[in-house]
Nanobody, 124 residues
Framework: EVQLVESGGGLVQPGGSLRLSCLVSGPTSDDYDIGWFRQAPGKEHEGVSCITSVGSAYYADSVKGRFTISSDNAKNTVSLQMNSLKPEDTAVYYC??????????????????WGRGTQVTVSS
């Protein structure tokens, strides 16, 4: 089993930055791809970014050039640096883990484990 704990959400003004972190733990967690999804009120889950177990990264078109995903294996952490934030980025952001799930498409049912989420609000 893999455990995921998100942190780093908060309130930020448009154009600002936030860095989300996902602490990943479990005996086989090194074998898993890690994805970030988000869900805004009244909307479906939306894939944001993911990184494979060997470090390949993918991004949704809506965040390309603004968000950067990275992994620190020594700290068992996957981070999402979010720059140039927009009001439409407001959502609960979730960290997910799955085997072989990270590719150019994002489909959250493919993932096996979810964190509880962290709220990101972009507002002036």
């Amino acid at each position: 089993e893999v455990q995921l704990v998100e942190s780093g959400g908060g309130l930020v003004q448009p154009g600002g930055s936030l860095r989300l972190s996902c602490l990943v733990s479990g005996p086989t967690s090194d074998d898993y791809d890690i994805g970030w999804f988000r869900q805004a009120p009244g909307k479906e889950h939306e894939g944001v970014s993911c990184i494979t177990s060997v470090g390949s990264a993918y991004y949704a078109d809506s965040v390309k050039g603004r968000f950067t995903i990275s992994s620190d294996n020594a700290k068992n952490t996957v981070s999402l640096q979010m720059n140039s934030l927009k009001p439409e980025d407001t959502a609960v952001y979730y960290c997910l883990a799955g085997r072989g799930t990270c590719s150019g498409t994002f489909y959250y049912p493919d993932y096996d484990y979810w964190g509880r989420g962290t709220q990101v609000t972009v507002s002036s």
